[in-house]
C-alpha cells in the first residue's frame, strides 16, 4: 500500500512563493506518473502539473513560468515550487501518483494541503 503525505501549504500575499512536498510511503517506480492537481471550493479539481515517467514535465497554462515541478527519487518526494503566486492560486492541493504511462489515470492520492493566497 502507498501513502502520500502532502506538506508545505500555507497562507501567504500575493507574489509570495511557497514549496510544497509530498512524501510517497511504499514503494514508487520512478517510471510513474506524478503530479499536482488542486481544487478551488465550487470548481473542478484540475491538474496543475506533471512529470511523467520518462521525466518530462507539463504545466496548465495559468502557471506556466510560475510554478516548477520535481521529484527526487532517492527520497520518494515530489515537489512543486510556486513563485509570484496570485489570488486564483487559491485551493487545496493534492498530489498524486499513476501508473498508467499517459498520465491519464491516477492510482494514489494525498489528503491534500490548502494554499490561501491573500491580494
Known amino acids: 500500500q502507498v501513502q502520500m503525505v502532502e506538506s508545505g501549504g500555507g497562507s501567504v500575499q500575493a507574489g509570495g512563493s511557497l514549496r510544497l512536498s509530498c512524501e510517497a510511503y511504499?514503494?514508487?517506480?520512478?517510471?510513474?506518473?506524478t503530479g499536482w492537481f488542486r481544487q478551488a471550493p465550487g470548481k473542478e479539481r484540475e491538474a496543475v502539473a506533471v512529470?511523467?515517467?520518462?521525466?518530462?514535465?507539463s504545466y496548465t497554462n495559468p502557471v506556466k513560468g510560475r510554478f516548477t515541478i520535481s521529484k527526487d527519487n532517492a527520497k520518494n518526494t515530489l515537489y512543486l515550487q510556486m513563485n509570484s503566486l496570485k489570488p486564483e492560486d487559491t485551493a487545496m492541493y493534492y498530489c498524486?501518483?499513476?501508473?498508467?504511462?499517459?498520465?491519464?489515470?491516477?492510482?494514489?492520492w494525498g489528503q491534500g494541503t490548502q494554499v490561501t493566497v491573500s491580494s
Open positions: 512529470i511523467g515517467g520518462d521525466g518530462s514535465t
Open positions: 511504499g514503494y514508487i517506480p520512478s517510471s510513474l506518473c
Open positions: 498524486a501518483a499513476g501508473y498508467n504511462f499517459r498520465c491519464s489515470s491516477w492510482d494514489y
